[in-house]
Nanobody, 126 residues
Framework: EVHLVESGGGLVQAGGSLRLSCAAS??????IGWFRQAPGKKREGISCISTSHGGTYYPDSVKGRFTISRDKAKNTVYLQMNNLKAEDPAVYYC?????WGYGCYDFVHRGDYGSWGQGTQVTVSS
């Protein structure tokens, strides 16, 4: 059984940084990543990493500001978020179990995740 637990969210000033963590267990899928959802908005995929070859993908909205990484020994995936902006506040979720055959581009843009955690809130003050 897949179990994902996010942590690291909080309140940060615009321009500041946060690092989110996702403690993962039972994951067999190659792809793992993050999506976010703000009140009244659609779910938005924001990062993906392939656990087999380390390839990553980001949409334009976060490219250059967010970095996903993985510590295999700790079974933990991180999302380093820099230069946070007014449009970034949301609940951030770690996700995996995308359909077979997906690459990271599909993971981010199609948003078909079979498993995700409880989320962690990120708030940005101006």
């Amino acid at each position: 059984e897949v179990h994902l637990v996010e942590s690291g969210g909080g309140l940060v000033q615009a321009g500041g940084s946060l690092r989110l963590s996702c403690a993962a267990s039972g994951v067999t899928s190659d792809l793992i990543g993050w999506f976010r959802q703000a009140p009244g908005k659609k779910r938005e995929g924001i990062s993906c990493i392939s656990t087999s070859h380390g390839g990553t993908y980001y949409p334009d909205s976060v490219k250059g500001r967010f970095t996903i990484s993985r510590d295999k020994a700790k079974n933990t995936v991180y999302l380093q978020m820099n230069n946070l902006k007014a449009e970034d506040p949301a609940v951030y979720y770690c996700a995996t179990d995308a359909p077979w055959g997906y690459g990271c581009y599909d993971f981010v843009h199609r948003g078909d995740y079979g498993s995700w955690g409880q989320g962690t809130q990120v708030t940005v003050s101006s």
